[in-house]
């Protein structure tokens, strides 16, 4: 079987995606396939956890600044702390140390993947291709990362290559009650043939009409095509290419008081019916292809280098509900809520209407067109020109789209030495490179038929100023149709290049390695239009800037046996800032923060392993500083009619604790596991908060002293876990998990701890602790289930003549429905600097899923 | 090849289980509106006959329904939180606890408004529908809950015709139940009495302000228009047209309610040829030397200018005194800019004037020329005495108060024999020392009338 180049290209072009250009010279081959019956059952059960669902990032509450992101395919979960830290503790979204997503890299083929705009690695690029992403190598912490310098949190590598993957075809189909209903998968790889070529190809797609929440359609493909060309015994090349079109309807966070109303705390604000209809305002949608291309040489038996290049482009949007000076279209606005009635009568009324009646809790669309229907408007003066006008219906509320188009590309080459038998030595270069293009389109204009490029928020407070409500001031009052681009639309680039290089010592009693890496990472804005608030700051390129920054790590394991050992690590590292932080309105203007610097973390950690045969422990303790931390945080605030951004700097942090993981088998096929982390995360600086209005060049105020100093940072920190299992013989396995959460904190309002957040509270008082004090949440615990069967057909069926496995999985999680875990929350950002009363915008929330499951069922051949 | 064609054929399998669309209007778009099935058992006015009682609050018991269309709504931000509905019989305002309502219910929509259990009252005079509310224990009427309007008002279609009744002013009563209180009407021939104001408060304090208007018989009305409104900042139009507006009065005031600017179309040509009142004038101006554009000031053989004066909150004017002075024959000239007079109209002039520390006889007169140049020195043109000593009471007075007199006017004089010319019109003050003729006077509310 042979496939022509010509194919490969006409997939890659199906697939939207254009291939690097770039092809490397040389490679290293790590043969990692592994054996087939051995490890069996440990395949089953990453292919259940595979399916505990991947808790991706919320746009609001990124915006709101907790940046949760912990993905089920962090680890293979060899390790047990690990393997609870990915598996069992994601319902309450923990994070491994406390750490931001951005503290962990992840590379695929050699790639980094992560976004150079915030850190995060978009795991969304490559949901549904389960199958092909089970090669994978993950560091915790500091330890030597044998492909790159690494982020302090973990660095872990993908190994998608086609000649990597299992010769095997597989169906499978799932269903499940979480973000999609059903999934069907087909992976079919051929392995290495004699020719020296290598196919794998992967194509998922899952689905629901409504997922676990309300209103959350769900439609995913994902497609996967690899293909490796042995060209000698030294030289592998390898061509991965994926994408995952997929749009989903959006969860929104909710308030008390609305849950109550709801009888629900999964009440799902986003969504209302259309003619009769459900319909959700917020749909995400991501298509953003990958192209990675390897080249794996072996120089000599001792030396050998990988170099891949990577390309991804492709838009991430999600589409709201926009309008134009008229009633907020959100049903949990504050004012339509009864606690915002003088009169407990009507408040009781309204109440009573809003739970008997699910379109006054949910979105009006009806109304909303109807709205749009009688607003007939002439429009002066289109497009800058004198005495063009254009009638017609003036759309009111339309739903828009907030894209992001991202054009990325890397190139990265490692050589590996082992230099005697003592030293090994890795060296590596990278430059990466993206380019971010951010704007608005019209998506719908719900019954109308145009709307108008302005800023009706510069339009209230300057009425009679024809330029500074202009969104463009190149196409002044330019009336927009669906699909065309208005609001903001500026982009931004960065560029990073790095060299490290690391060196491994191994003696009979100690190992010790150190690395270093050095980069410099320059950015700048480039704005596409002129903002009529901003005429001399927001259109063109801004000015660049440029970070240079090093890193050192290095650690010691002394080897007390075979089995135990002990091990000291210690790193410490500058990291240029992020855009996403760096730039204060990048939406209307060029401003950056004052006083631009990198931030500095310093982390060591001392551990403790065990791996004996029957027992297996680890025990680290940790400890990392974070200095010179800076933030942005952006919301809409009523009163100036306008988003508001918080620039906060000086922002320090200490996350400390011990990651314990045990497990032990007891009897025949049962063992006991049990993992814990008790940590302590804190900011240990009072930030500083610059407080700007996107639609005035007047700061709010500058420099406000956040009293953050001690509060928590939040995530979990403390989290256990005790489980038991049974493996089978016969090739099933049960087990069976208990988990307990403590110490979770809610996100909170910098504002409220200045002097202006509690001036004329007396110091001490009830209403001083309210505005100040943050929210503990509730300890929570979970209880979750997982079993497999596999059943190698063969065995009954004599007459085939191929291993043909057919397998089951069934996993449960919280078993005991608590729908009470709440997985993630943020004080809102606007605050009553007047009444200081914290009830006036509460806390949002979203909550940890009730019982759920996911089953499948696979035929492996 | 056999295997690759078997998973191909799997892939497109998958492929086809559902509809990959390209993620376009998946959605119907809903009916447009158009009126529901109820009926109105009731009107405007019989509901308004509920109450009679000026301040009480009428809780409506009966379920009784109303009918009319959207007459004013909130989009200019003139209005705020309230409506105006009209029918046949009469029009009301209905009060909705919600900003932006012109979004569901514009101009021209037909709603249907289900009663019961709502409360009609009046504001001074001016009747509302809303809700009886208890704030802080006391009742008042209140916009009807935004959660809640949709269970009371219905809307209907859209763009039904709205037209303004035409009224005279004498037409409007200021008793309750007033047949056009309430709803749209329309004054002729009328116009702004400062043309130098804003519409609106456009300061920090964004008062709501009063502003008159009048017609050519000098009947005056308020319009009362709020600093939220987007034509707070515009600058009254000059010229005399049609207002329309919501009559509503305030005890026994009447008053009118813009729904945005374009509802007063004050474009023709105004009652009066001329008129200066010089309310223009700013606190900072007082005593200042005058010196309004096209206006000269001279005074030839002294230092006696005309000046501005400023008093109290709404006393503008123009003063000459000669006191102090050392010439003999002090004379002061105040020239208006050039005014034409139409060709067939009988344009009568007047002014008003007032006078302090009166020593006679000291004169002022008021002349009118026809070969005068603006700016030029006045005892080159020829000027024709307009005034005589019956007109004007400073000139004969002695009583040498301190306190200034009241401000009396000339009466029309009568300058028919000039229409059709371009003519100047001076006030001539003269003083001195001898005799001693100082006294004080002001000139204001110069103005020429068309007959």
Not at chain 2, 155 to 178: A, E, F, H
């Amino acid at each position: 079987m042979i496939i022509k180049p010509k194919h490969l290209l006409l997939m890659g072009v199906c697939l939207g995606i254009a291939s690097p250009a770039v092809f490397a010279q040389v490679g290293r081959h790590t043969d990692t396939i592994p054996s087939r019956d051995s490890v069996l059952l440990e395949t089953l059960k990453d292919n259940l956890q595979d399916n505990i669902p991947v808790i991706s990032l919320d746009e609001s509450e990124e915006e709101s600044g907790s940046a949760q992101n912990v993905s089920s395919l962090l680890s293979a979960g060899r390790d047990p702390y690990l393997n609870a830290a990915t598996f069992k503790f994601s319902a309450v979204r923990f994070r491994v140390r406390g750490y931001d997503a951005d503290q962990f890299g992840t590379y695929i083929n050699g790639a980094p993947m992560e976004n150079l705009d915030n850190g995060f690695t978009p795991y969304g690029q490559w949901g549904g291709l389960n199958d092909v992403l089970r090669n994978r190598e993950t560091t915790l912490g500091l330890a030597a990362s044998p492909n790159a310098f690494g982020d302090f949190g973990g660095v872990t590598s993908f190994d998608t290559r086609a000649s990597h993957q299992r010769k095997q075809t597989s169906i499978n189909y799932a269903v499940s009650n979480r973000t999609y209903t059903h999934r069907l998968m087909v992976t079919h790889s051929t392995g290495l043939n004699m020719k020296g070529w290598a196919f794998s190809f992967s194509a998922s797609r899952r689905w629901a009409d409504e997922g676990y929440t309300d209103g959350t359609f769900y439609d995913g493909w994902s497609f996967f095509a690899a293909v490796d060309k042995r060209i000698s015994d030294r030289q592998l090349l390898s061509l991965s290419i994926f994408g995952t079109p997929t749009k989903n309807g959006r969860q929104g966070p909710t308030v008390q008081e609305m849950r109550d109303i709801a009888g629900n705390n999964f009440y799902n604000p986003y969504w209302g019916y259309q003619n009769g209809r459900v319909r959700n305002a917020n749909v995400a949608k991501s298509f953003q292809p990958v192209g990675i291309l390897t080249h794996d040489l072996k120089l000599n038996d001792k030396t050998s280098l990988v170099t891949a290049a990577s390309f991804t482009y492709g838009v991430r949007s999600s589409t709201g509900l926009d309008w134009y000076n008229v009633a907020d279209p959100r049903p949990d606005y504050y004012r339509y809520l009864p606690s915002y009635q003088q009169d407990p009568s009507f408040a009781a009324t309204l109440r009573q209407e809003m739970m008997n009646d699910v379109n006054m809790r949910q979105i009006n669309w009806d109304a909303l067109y109807q709205t749009n229907y009688g607003s007939y408007e002439t429009i002066n003066n289109v497009d800058g020109i004198p005495g063009n006008s254009v009638s017609g219906l003036r759309s009111r509320y339309i739903v828009e789209d907030r894209a992001v188009l991202t054009q990325k590309f890397s190139f990265n080459s490692t050589i590996n030495s082992t230099v005697s038998n003592h030293v090994i030595l890795t060296a590596g270069v990278s430059y990466q490179a993206q380019n971010n293009n951010y704007y608005k389109k019209v998506d719908d204009l719900m019954g109308g038929q145009f709307y108008v490029d302005i800023n009706q928020f510069a339009e209230r407070d300057f009425p009679s100023n024809t330029s500074a409500i202009q969104n463009n001031l190149n196409s002044p009052n330019r009336i927009l149709h669906e699909g065309d681009k208005f609001g903001y639309n500026y982009d931004l680039n960065i560029k990073r290049g790095a060299i490290w290089a690391q060196g491994n010592l191994k003696f009979a009693k100690v190992d010790a390695f150190f690395a270093t890496q050095h980069s410099y990472t320059s950015f700048f804005r480039y704005g596409n239009v002129r903002t009529g608030l901003f005429p001399n700051n927001s259109f063109g390129k801004s000015k660049t800037y440029n970070f240079y920054n090093s890193a050192v790590k290095g650690g010691l394991t002394y080897k007390i046996n075979g089995r135990n050992y002990v091990f000291a690590r210690g790193g410490y590292e500058s990291r240029a800032p992020f855009f996403e932080n760096a730039f204060i309105a990048p939406r209307t203007r060029d401003f950056v923060q004052d006083n631009l610097k990198s931030e500095e973390i310093l982390s060591t950690e001392l551990g403790y392993a065990m791996n004996a045969p029957k027992l297996k422990i680890r025990a680290t303790g940790f400890y990392t500083e974070f200095k010179n931390g800076m933030d942005v945080l952006t919301f809409y605030h009523d009163d100036y009619r306008n988003f508001v951004n918080y620039a906060l700097s000086d922002i320090g942090k200490v996350h400390m604790g011990i990651e314990f993981g045990a497990e032990a088998k007891v009897y025949k096929g049962i063992s006991i596991n049990a993992a814990a982390n008790i940590g302590k995360y804190y900011y240990n600086t009072r930030q500083s908060a610059t407080v700007t209005v996107d639609n005035s060049a007047t700061l709010l105020s500058t420099d406000d002293i956040v009293y953050s100093k001690n509060f928590n940072v939040p995530t979990p920190q403390s989290a256990y876990t005790f489980g038991i299992d049974y493996r089978s013989p016969k090739f099933w396995f049960l087990s069976v998990n208990f988990n307990y959460f403590d110490n979770m904190y809610m996100n909170f309002n910098p504002l409220r701890r200045t002097e202006a957040g509690v001036s004329g509270l007396e110091e001490g008082s009830a209403a001083w602790h309210d505005v100040v004090d943050q929210t503990k949440l509730d300890a929570q615990y979970t209880l979750d289930a997982n079993a497999g069967y596999s059943w190698m057909m063969n065995r009954s069926f004599k007459s085939m003549k191929k291993r043909t496995y057919l397998v089951f999985n069934v996993g449960v999680s919280n078993i005991l429905n608590n729908k009470d875990i709440v997985s993630g929350g943020y004080e809102q950002l606007r605050f009553d600097f007047a009444e200081k009363n914290v009830n006036k915008f509460p806390d949002k929330q979203f909550f940890a899923y009730g019982t759920n499951f996911f089953a499948s069922i696979g035929l492996r051949f | 090849m056999n295997k690759l064609t078997r998973f191909l054929t799997v892939v497109s399998l998958i492929a086809s289980v559902g509809t990959f669309t390209a993620c376009k209007k998946t959605f119907d778009n809903p009916p447009g509106a158009s009126d529901p099935g109820i009926v109105a058992n009731t009107t405007i006015k019989a509901l308004k006959a509920l109450h009679t009682t000026p301040g009480a609050y009428d809780v409506i018991s009966s379920d009784l329904i109303i009918s009319g269309v959207v007459v004013a709504d909130d989009k200019s931000g003139n209005l705020y939180k309230q409506l105006f509905i009209q029918d046949s019989t009469g029009g009301l305002q209905v009060l909705l606890d919600a900003a932006s309502l012109f979004g569901t219910y514009p101009v021209g929509r037909r709603i249907y408004i289900k009663c019961k259990d709502l409360c009609i009252s009046d504001y001074n005079g001016t009747m509302e529908l809303g809700v009886k509310a208890l704030v802080d224990g006391s009742p008042s009427v209140e916009g009807i809950p935004s959660g809640l309007i949709s269970k009371y008002v219905i809307g209907g279609s859209l763009n039904n015709p709205v037209v303004p009744i035409v009224v005279n002013q004498s037409d409007l009563g200021t008793n309750m139940q007033d047949k056009y209180l309430g709803s749209l009407i329309q004054l002729n021939n009328y116009e702004f009495g400062d043309t130098t104001l804003t519409f609106a408060d456009t300061s920090v304090y964004k008062s709501t302000v009063n502003r008159d208007i009048k017609n050519c018989n000098g009947q005056t009305i308020i319009i009362r228009n709020s600093a939220y409104a987007n034509f707070a900042g515009r600058k009254v139009p000059g010229g005399n047209g049609n207002v329309v507006a919501i009559y509503t009065t305030f005890g026994t005031t009447k008053q009118l309610l813009l729904r945005n600017a374009d509802d007063v179309q004050f474009t023709g040509a105004r009652c009066n040829i001329f008129e200066e009142y010089f309310t223009s004038l700013t606190s900072a101006d007082n005593n200042q030397e005058f010196g309004f554009a096209g206006w000269t000031n001279v005074a030839p053989n002294s230092t006696a200018k005309w000046k501005n004066t400023v008093f109290g909150s709404t006393g503008r004017a123009v003063k000459v005194t000669a006191f102090g002075t050392s010439v003999a024959l002090d004379t002061a000239w105040l020239i208006t800019p050039a005014i034409a007079l139409p060709a067939g109209a009988t344009p009568k002039f007047s002014f008003s004037t007032a006078y302090q520390f009166a020593l006679g006889p000291t004169t002022l007169h008021a002349f009118i020329s026809t070969n005068y140049t603006a700016g030029a020195d006045p005892n080159g043109a020829t000027w024709t005495q307009l005034t005589t000593d019956a007109n004007i009471a400073g000139n004969t007075a002695t009583n040498n108060s301190g306190t200034w007199s009241s401000t009396v006017n000339t009466g029309l004089i009568d300058l028919t024999s000039y229409a059709g010319q371009t003519v100047y019109i001076a006030f001539k003050y003269m003083g001195g020392t001898s005799p001693v003729r100082t006294t004080n006077f002001q000139v204001d509310d110069v103005r020429i009338t068309k007959q």
